[in-house]
């Protein structure tokens, strides 16, 4: 692989630049892709855009750059950010403050705006094959913003699928947040909702998934999944609560989204449930009303205070078994059921030892 050292004036930067949304972000007279499918969103906030632009005014030293050779083109590997901040400058996006008052690009004077036109950059140009290419964007990627899991694999299963995906899951106003923005953490731009997406979609098995369907003309699969799951949800639990924000309701979709459910009777016991002190985690209440899985609820558990109470009572002695165990080998346990109604108190604690609570458990 070779990689080469050049300076690249802002005003061979910016000539032809073109941001088309879907089809592409293009600048230094066309041949250079600023946005790849590997790159991120544009992330920057305003004060972060900012300061590149007092950076380059003020002739400070700007991070280089990397840039791969793709034929008689360039792609962009790292330096996204900093190169879409000084085009949409120079091309009248956006004012910064300067002596007190906003000004862009148009406002400043002849001086000033050769100044920022000729400013250089450094960028490390690479030409080498396409797997040599992505092992060196995995490393200088390394010193900045971490990538996630989603945008590495981005990275690698590069193609028509997932140009059409990262359509529907990758925007900040993407049709996934705007009806999924209530159920699903993350922020798409970082691809979150992609792959939370295609993690319920795949049992967990992403690559595989991207790695099958990368030349696929389209990801409507996907999308209607995603709706799908999300239209479910609505019908089934008409009554938002905040709790709903994060459930993994793809695997829920999956094994109950074909059975037939009275709502009236889960909105009943979901209030219930809503107001029970003992479950500690509400959000798996979704799980259990479904499921009727405890585990999904993580029951408030009993003190130590309530614990050395009840071991006191029995004399130590495990009340299954009948042996005598140490304190710190014995666990508590409802003797009325949390299902049945028992609480998490003082006086319906009991002391099991290790293998009985064990068994009890697995039952």
Request: proline share 2%.
């Given at each position: 692989?070779k990689?080469?050292?050049?300076?690249?004036?802002?005003?061979?930067?910016?000539?032809?630049?073109?941001?088309?949304?879907?089809?592409?972000?293009?600048?230094?007279?066309?041949q250079?892709?600023?946005r790849?499918?590997y790159?991120?969103?544009f992330?920057?906030?305003e004060?972060?855009?900012?300061?590149?632009i007092?950076?380059?005014?003020?002739?400070f030293?700007?991070?280089?750059?990397?840039?791969a050779?793709?034929?008689d083109?360039?792609?962009?590997?790292?330096?996204?950010?900093?190169?879409?901040?000084i085009?949409?400058?120079?091309?009248?996006d956006?004012?910064?403050?300067?002596e007190g008052?906003?000004?862009?690009?148009?406002?400043l004077?002849?001086?000033r705006?050769?100044?920022?036109?000729?400013?250089?950059l450094?960028?490390?140009?690479?030409?080498?094959?396409d797997?040599e290419?992505?092992?060196w964007?995995?490393i200088i990627?390394?010193?900045?913003e971490?990538?996630?899991?989603?945008?590495?694999?981005?990275?690698i299963?590069?193609?028509?699928w997932?140009?059409d995906?990262?359509?529907?899951?990758?925007?900040?106003?993407?049709?996934?947040a705007?009806?999924?923005?209530?159920?699903?953490?993350?922020?798409?731009?970082?691809q979150?909702y992609?792959?939370?997406?295609?993690?319920?979609?795949?049992?967990?098995?992403?690559d595989?998934?991207?790695?099958?369907?990368?030349?696929?003309?389209?990801?409507?699969?996907?999308?209607?999944y995603?709706?799908?799951?999300?239209?479910?949800?609505?019908l089934?639990?008409p009554?938002?609560?905040k709790?709903m924000?994060g459930?993994?309701?793809?695997?829920?979709?999956?094994?109950y989204?074909q059975?037939?459910?009275?709502?009236?009777?889960l909105?009943a016991?979901?209030?219930?449930?809503?107001?029970d002190?003992?479950?500690?985690?509400?959000?798996?209440?979704?799980?259990?009303?479904?499921?009727?899985?405890?585990?999904?609820?993580?029951?408030?558990?009993?003190?130590?205070?309530?614990k050395?109470?009840?071991?006191e009572?029995?004399k130590g002695?495990?009340?299954?078994?009948?042996?005598?165990?140490?304190?710190?080998g014995m666990?508590?346990d409802?003797?009325?059921?949390?299902?049945?109604?028992?609480?998490?108190d003082?006086?319906?604690?009991?002391?099991?030892?290790?293998?009985?609570?064990r068994?009890?458990?697995?039952?």
């Amino acid at each position: 692989m070779k990689i080469d050292l050049r300076k690249v004036k802002v005003s061979d930067l910016v000539a032809g630049y073109e941001d088309r949304g879907e089809e592409g972000v293009r600048g230094y007279d066309k041949q250079l892709n600023i946005r790849p499918a590997y790159q991120r969103e544009f992330i920057y906030k305003e004060k972060q855009r900012n300061a590149v632009i007092e950076t380059v005014r003020k002739n400070f030293p700007l991070n280089t750059m990397y840039w791969a050779v793709v034929g008689d083109d360039f792609e962009l590997m790292d330096g996204q950010q900093r190169t879409i901040s000084i085009c949409q400058y120079v091309h009248g996006d956006y004012a910064v403050e300067i002596e007190g008052s906003p000004r862009f690009f148009t406002n400043l004077t002849a001086e000033r705006k050769q100044q920022i036109l000729d400013y250089e950059l450094s960028v490390y140009v690479c030409d080498g094959a396409d797997g040599e290419k992505l092992d060196w964007f995995k490393i200088i990627n390394i010193a900045g913003e971490k990538l996630t899991d989603q945008e590495l694999r981005n990275a690698i299963y590069t193609g028509p699928w997932l140009a059409d995906a990262k359509r529907w899951f990758s925007k900040g106003g993407a049709p996934a947040a705007a009806i999924g923005s209530k159920l699903v953490n993350g922020a798409p731009i970082r691809q979150e909702y992609l792959e939370t997406a295609l993690d319920w979609l795949s049992n967990g098995a992403i690559d595989h998934y991207m790695a099958e369907h990368q030349d696929d003309q389209n990801a409507n699969e996907l999308w209607t999944y995603f709706q799908n799951i999300i239209n479910w949800v609505n019908l089934t639990f008409p009554t938002y609560r905040k709790e709903m924000k994060g459930v993994a309701w793809g695997p829920l979709y999956n094994k109950y989204g074909q059975k037939k459910q009275d709502t009236g009777k889960l909105e009943a016991e979901i209030s219930r449930l809503m107001q029970d002190e003992d479950v500690s985690k509400k959000s798996g209440i979704y799980d259990y009303v479904l499921s009727g899985s405890e585990r999904a609820l993580s029951i408030r558990a009993f003190t130590d205070n309530m614990k050395r109470e009840a071991y006191e009572r029995q004399k130590g002695l495990c009340v299954v078994c009948g042996k005598h165990f140490a304190l710190e080998g014995m666990h508590g346990d409802h003797i009325t059921p949390w299902s049945k109604s028992g609480k998490t108190d003082a006086k319906n604690c009991q002391m099991l030892c290790a293998e009985d609570n064990r068994r009890k458990s697995a039952v």
